[in-house]
Each structure stands twice: as structure tokens, then as C-alpha cells.
């Protein structure tokens, strides 16, 4: 089982039958710019878990760069455009056995991550995702395809987790209503459709909900 709690600082606390893990989510915009501050979040932390939005990086930054002391397995994956800015990664302790899920080549183009995260019994999928703030066209196509990369890859045989920024602020959570602009109404629909909890009820940047945590698992 998969029991989560959202604090004020994005701080998730991730439980199952074993052991309490504490897990972090935040929008970086920039990791680079802010190694000094994250080595020392990740270092002198509880959490075993991190994952991060608008990363920012780029192929010139190395791996080793953002987890010196190698107590992490990193994933990530950098936008792969020209454009400035976003990129997902994780930092899943070793004290987990982590495995990279590779998505099909037709999803390339997202900025998403999967992995598994296994620990005695203890099985958990997670899914890090950022969504450009954009709602035209080319942007609809573009959450279409997240949820297509989504529902193909969940699983109800283990609890899953899908974390990120989805830049959907006018979903209002607690009544489980949105506009009806067809990104949010789109984002939605899939939450409704496979029964998840949004944990995420408190403004993540300015008034607006855009940082998210949901799961299949509501306790």
C-alpha cells in the first residue's frame, strides 16, 4: 500500500507495509544555477526520493554532477529542443533497487520519466512529467499524447504515482472541476477515468495548483 501526505514544502512521505519513506517534488527552473543548494538538500535531507521539474539541463551537464557522492540512482531526460528550459529527472536512494521503464519511441517528444522502485516486496511505479505551459493546437496534441504514454504504461497490480507540473491551474481539485479549455478538461478526464487522488489541494506557485501528486493508491 501506498499512503501519501503533502506538506507545505512538496514534501511526500510515501508509506507502505515495511517502512515510511519521506519523498521531495519541486520545480527547479534551473537545477544548474542551484547545484550548492540542491547537494545540500539531498545530502543533508531525510528524503530518499527526488523528483524535479523544469531541470533545465542540457547534454553538457553530466550525470555526476548533480549526485557527487553517488548515493542516488539519477534519471533524467532533458528537452531535447533547442528552446531553454524544461527536463525531468529523479534521485531514488540505493537503498531502493531502481530500474528505468523505457517508453515506447513514439512518446520521445514528452518530457516524462517511468521507473520502478523496488524495495523487499515493495513495489512502486512512478511517473515524473512536465507539461509546457501552452494551450493551442500543437499543446492539446501534446496532452493527448501524455495520456496515452500514461495509460499505456500504469498498472494495477502495484500502487503508482504520477508527480509533476501539468500547468493545468484552473482545475479546481476539491470539487474535481475545471474549465473547459481541452488541456484541462483533458487532464481531468484521465484523473477521473482511472479513479485517482489528486494529494495536491494548496496553491504550488503564486495562487495556482500546477505542481501535482496523484495516485491509485488513496490511502
Known amino acids: 500500500m501506498c499512503k501519501l501526505y503533502v506538506h507545505e514544502e512538496m514534501q511526500v512521505e510515501s508509506m507502505n507495509s515495511h517502512s515510511l519513506v519521506n519523498c521531495c517534488l519541486f520545480n527547479a527552473r534551473s537545477l544548474v ?5 540542491f547537494h545540500i538538500l539531498i545530502y543533508s535531507g531525510t528524503s530518499l526520493l527526488y523528483f524535479i521539474t523544469e ?14 557522492l553517488s548515493k542516488f540512482t539519477v534519471i533524467r531526460n ?5 528552446n531553454q528550459g524544461g527536463g525531468v529527472a529523479a534521485l531514488v536512494s540505493r537503498k531502493f533497487n531502481t530500474v ?55 498498472s494495477d497490480r502495484y500502487p503508482f504515482i ?46 495556482n495548483v500546477l505542481d501535482i501528486i496523484m495516485s491509485n493508491d488513496d490511502k
Open 33 to 37: 544555477n542551484k547545484l550548492n543548494e
Open 55 to 68: 531541470t533545465w539541463l542540457t547534454s553538457d551537464i553530466s550525470t555526476g554532477m548533480l549526485d557527487l
Open 78 to 82: 532533458d528537452r531535447r529542443s533547442v
Open 100 to 154: 528505468m521503464v523505457d517508453l515506447d519511441n513514439e512518446f520521445d517528444d514528452l518530457e516524462i520519466i517511468c521507473l520502478d522502485a523496488v524495495c523487499h516486496r515493495n513495489h512502486i511505479r512512478v511517473f515524473v512529467v512536465y507539461r509546457p505551459p501552452y494551450y493551442n493546437r500543437t499543446a492539446q496534441l501534446y496532452v493527448d499524447k501524455i495520456i496515452q504514454c500514461l495509460s499505456k504504461n500504469i
Open 162 to 207: 504520477i508527480v509533476g507540473d501539468f500547468n493545468c491551474p484552473k482545475i479546481h481539485w476539491p470539487s474535481f472541476t475545471s474549465v473547459s479549455e481541452y488541456v484541462h478538461s483533458s487532464l481531468l478526464n484521465f484523473v477521473c477515468t482511472f479513479g485517482l487522488t489528486q494529494f495536491v489541494h494548496f496553491p504550488t506557485r503564486g495562487e
